[in-house]
């Protein structure tokens, strides 16, 4: 669970998230890695835990029919939807969305990727938790 001063603080940090080129040159490593890793097809459906302001699945945008971008963070969301305005990108659904408090029930994945976020999830399933 994130606490709320940690959603506060991304709220806060949304508007300057593009701003840090460590931000995209992480980014781009993973995306490379993971279409090195997994046999994707463009018919295949993603979706992104935690996606911040997409900066990762705007990397990944021309390899799946439709990637659904889920963080909590309102701001973050926000900054999604103005980046999808001044894009040509078509096959993106931002969504607000709590996943670890709230089932979520409206599609599958064929593909599901994170970035810098399991560190925030208070139970990923560690047997030592």
């Known amino acids: 669970m994130l606490a709320k001063n940690l959603m506060n603080e991304f709220d806060a940090k949304a508007r300057e998230w593009d701003n840090n080129p460590a931000f995209w040159e992480r980014a781009e490593v993973v995306a490379k890695n993971l279409l ?27 390899n799946f029919s439709e990637i659904t971008l889920m963080d909590n963070s309102s701001e973050m969301v926000n900054v999604m939807n103005e980046k ?40 990923s399933g560690d047997a030592d938790q």
């Not at 994707?40 to 990944?60: D, Q």
């Not at 810098?116 to 139970?123: C, E, F, G």
């Open 84 to 123: 999808l305005k001044t894009s040509r990108v078509a096959n993106f659904k931002p969504l607000f969305f709590d996943l670890e408090h709230t089932e979520y029930k409206n599609g599958k994945f064929d593909c599901i990727y994170s970035l810098m976020v399991l560190h925030h999830v208070a139970n």
């Open 36 to 62: 090195e890793m997994i046999p994707v097809k463009p018919t295949m459906k993603a979706m992104e835990y935690g996606a911040g302001t997409g900066i990762l699945s705007f990397m990944l945008s021309g």
